[in-house]
């Protein structure tokens, strides 16, 4: 499910939720449920964005688990910002903190440019 709200004409809101139900798990017996909320913030050329996914692994064998992740990231993507025509850059930097069926806790910082050149091939 998504839905937009546009603030103005800089800004918008993005809610997305998903969920998911899953038959054998991973090729055993358990099966899954997986949920996840995301939340993004458009400002211009500055996007910040929030989500948290859960996952239960619920197995027959009793042994039950429950995994999860939350994200915060920063994007900036300027228009027009390339050298050719159609090309332009982004910038995104992130955090995610995981926690697995055992509470262990990471945390994980990322951080990736891209650069796309706006070019497209066709290929017969």
């Given at each position: 499910?998504?839905?937009?709200f546009?603030i103005?004409?800089?800004?918008?809101?993005r809610l997305?939720?998903?969920?998911?139900v899953l038959q054998r798990?991973?090729?055993?017996?358990?099966g899954?449920?997986?949920?996840t909320?995301i939340?993004a913030l458009?400002?211009?050329p500055?996007t910040?964005?929030?989500?948290?996914?859960?996952?239960?692994?619920?197995?027959?064998?009793?042994?039950d688990?429950?995994?999860?992740?939350?994200?915060?990231s920063?994007?900036?993507?300027?228009?027009?910002?390339?050298?050719?025509?159609?090309?332009?850059?982004?910038?995104?930097?992130g955090h995610?903190l995981?926690v697995?069926?055992?509470?262990?806790?990471t945390?994980?910082?990322g951080?990736t440019?891209v650069?796309e050149l706006?070019?497209?091939?066709?290929?017969n």
């Amino acid at each position: 499910t998504q839905a937009n709200f546009e603030i103005d004409d800089e800004r918008a809101l993005r809610l997305i939720g998903e969920t998911g139900v899953l038959q054998r798990f991973e090729g055993g017996p358990a099966g899954a449920v997986i949920a996840t909320a995301i939340a993004a913030l458009v400002d211009g050329p500055i996007t910040y964005s929030a989500a948290q996914s859960r996952q239960w692994t619920v197995d027959p064998e009793g042994k039950d688990t429950a995994q999860s992740t939350a994200e915060l990231s920063l994007k900036y993507a300027p228009e027009h910002s390339g050298p050719f025509p159609d090309s332009s850059w982004s910038l995104r930097a992130g955090h995610v903190l995981a926690v697995d069926e055992d509470d262990q806790t990471t945390h994980m910082l990322g951080a990736t440019i891209v650069f796309e050149l706006g070019m497209s091939h066709g290929f017969n």
